[in-house]
């Protein structure tokens, strides 16, 4: 377990290392959502919202998993790639990166232990393509109903992580995802299983931003006439509350693993107050699709 765990915090180091030196097309920068004003700041916190609930989805950890636990002896090991869609033409995602685009690829690289007959854990990372950004993570899996193999009765589990966002200067997001999936293993011959499942998640989301400049082209040190008073941060708002539903296969073959999912999430919904006032999210409907390959022992 300690060695899985370690596996998944080191990678994302050693794959990180290339790419410091430079921002990348999704490095988000703030900067532009806030306008001195009057001696102050006008912040736009409706962006800074809708741009975190997307950048949640984005880059929190999948499931990609069936109900069946691995049991007491049982660990695996996974790498998942996916495409994921973002709703890259509205402003507050093409004021605040590089020429985005709607499809942004991620890698996420997990390692499963079981502990119990029907407990689970795993920890892991997510990789945001084209950037700096990890988010690292964990998760429990209780498998309330499962081993009914032979009998057309399905598993049912529920699963929690967590997941921390590293690597943007100025976004600081904590997320947590609660989920239920149902599945049922199919024997093909004596070494082939295909497991079908279904199930829904709902993420949870707070972010915040560190310390912004809305002049940042204005040395306060040098010019005696700058405007201290240009700084700003975005505070932590209301929780983000995102859907993800989900469905996708498993196929084990001796130890080899293959998996693929879906995630279609409908766009966000929820308000958040900060300084007094009342934000929307106004992100949009995202896609996520994921080929996952591994190794079950």
Do not use: C
């Amino acid at each position: 377990m300690r060695k899985i765990l370690s596996f998944s915090v080191a990678l994302p180091v050693l794959l990180a290392a290339p790419t410091a030196a430079h921002a990348g097309k999704y490095d988000v920068d703030l900067t532009s959502l806030g306008t001195a004003s009057g001696g102050g700041v006008v912040q736009d916190g409706t962006k800074f919202r809708s741009l975190s609930s997307e950048l949640a989805v984005l880059s929190a950890p999948k499931p990609v998993d069936p109900a069946d636990s691995l049991g007491l002896s049982g660990f695996a090991l996974s790498a998942d790639i996916s495409l994921n869609t973002i709703s890259g033409g509205k402003e507050f995602w093409t004021q605040t990166t590089s020429s985005p685009e709607n499809l942004v690829p991620t890698i996420q690289v997990v390692g499963r232990k079981g502990l119990w007959p029907g407990l689970e854990v795993g920890g892991g990372a997510t990789h945001v393509f084209d950037s700096k950004m990890w988010t690292i993570g964990g998760y429990a899996k209780l498998a309330l109903h499962e081993g009914f193999h032979h009998l057309p009765i399905p598993s049912i589990a529920l699963r929690g992580h967590f997941g921390q966002l590293l690597g943007s200067k100025d976004v600081r997001m904590t997320t947590i995802g609660v989920d239920a999936v149902v599945s049922h293993v199919f024997g093909v011959g004596s070494t082939v299983s295909l497991t079908p499942y279904i199930g829904y998640q709902a993420l949870l989301a707070w972010s915040r931003s560190g310390v912004l400049d809305a002049t940042p082209d204005t040395d306060e040190y040098v010019d005696p006439n700058a405007d201290l008073s240009n700084e700003f941060v975005f505070k932590r708002q209301d929780v983000i509350v995102r859907h993800r539903p989900f469905f996708g296969l498993r196929m084990v073959f001796s130890v080899l693993r293959i998996g693929l999912e879906g995630m279609i999430v409908p766009g966000g919904s929820s308000t958040g107050s900060a300084n007094g006032q009342t934000y929307e999210d106004n992100s949009g409907l995202q896609q996520q699709y994921t080929f996952s390959v591994g190794a079950d022992f």
